[in-house]
């Protein structure tokens, strides 16, 4: 009576229908890590990404307050706060009573901190052309308005 043999498993399993490398969290994340490393090197001064989009977005709106800065640039409460407190302790941020709620409180530029978003926003414009400088014009265009639509 013959055995029935079983084949020999190859030594390389068949491609995983998980393949980590190809997935768009860990691209995006290699991607955020790209532009977080040219961010640091350009910048100019001492800021983080999101203390510099706390200047950006005051330089951009004005006076706001801390839970409406942080709808704007994507940030959750206790983010948002640890930014603007330490912005505060640098004396880039100041806050101010609401003249039309006074339980609210404005968050708004400094002198100082007009002065240092002025001086970082021509880098913060080269961060984001060197970023986007493996791709051609309309390849950046076609990205921008991808990422958009994931957003």
């Known amino acids: 009576m013959a055995r029935s043999v079983s084949p020999k498993r190859s030594a390389r399993p068949s491609k995983a229908p998980y393949v980590l490398e190809e997935q768009v969290g860990f691209i995006l994340r290699q991607v955020w890590q790209r532009h977080a490393a040219i961010f640091a090197k350009e910048i100019g001064i001492n800021l983080t990404p999101t203390q510099w989009a706390a200047l950006a977005k005051l330089t951009e709106t004005g006076p706001c307050s801390q839970n409406q800065l942080g709808r704007l640039t994507a940030m959750d409460v206790a ?10 302790a640098r004396g880039l941020t100041e806050t101010s009573p609401d003249p039309a709620d006074g339980r609210r409180l404005l968050v708004s530029l400094t002198r100082a901190g007009q002065q240092m978003a002025d001086k970082a926003m021509p880098n913060a414009l080269a961060i984001t052309r060197e970023t986007l400088a493996p791709l051609d014009a309309k390849e950046r265009e076609t990205l921008m308005a991808l990422l958009g639509k994931l957003r």
Do not use: S
Request: glycine share 10%.
């Open 79 to 88: 983010t948002i706060k640890g930014v603007i407190d330490r912005l505060t």
